[in-house]
């Protein structure tokens, strides 16, 4: 019996403080003018208020699940470095940042036989632990989207390596494949 009105009073008291908190917000004088509008009206600024609002109480994210624009940029020790290596301090400046490849496939391909190479590179760098995205966008150029920018110089060591790779094109440096070699400018 003593539980069951323990119960009965703890359930009262959680019904009194909704209510008090209801009666706190209901009141049409406390709210904020954009507040009372009807929902159809918000303005742009309105609905970034009330988002604002909505995040107020949310606990901050993981490091790992924050966008990329608000992550730490990783601590780079220059000790380490090479100065007389520039693609070595590149590689270490897009770690934890994406990235973008192009990739160029040589010996005028159709469009099916890029999709078929490239995706046959990608299953390569994937076995090698090297995550990138493939997007074809012409009949012999894909795009390689790595998220750890890092990567890309890995798989840049890899691509230039394969028969049919022409041109791998890495922060406007272009590395050619072993089976290329740059074009004669007239």
Known sequence: MKNNSVTIVCALLSLL????????????????????????????????RLFDQW?????????DELPEYKRPAPKIDLSQLDP???????????????LMAFVTVGGNPT?????????LWQTGLMNSHIIA????????RAIFMFKDGAQAWEAKDFLVEQERLQEVTIENKPYYGKNYSPKEEL
């Open 55 to 63: 995040e107020e109480n949310d606990e901050p994210l993981e490091e």
């Open 133 to 140: 995205e493939r997007f074809l966008i012409d009949d012999n």
């Open 111 to 119: 469009r099916q036989e890029s999709e078929e190479l490239t995706a």
């Open 17 to 48: 403080f909704v209510a008090f908190e209801a009666k706190k917000y209901s009141d049409e004088k406390e709210k904020p003018e954009w507040a009372k509008k009807d929902v159809r009206d918000y303005t742009d600024a309105d609905l970034e």
């Open 84 to 98: 007389s290596n520039p693609e070595n301090i590149l590689k270490m400046s897009k770690k934890g940042k994406t």
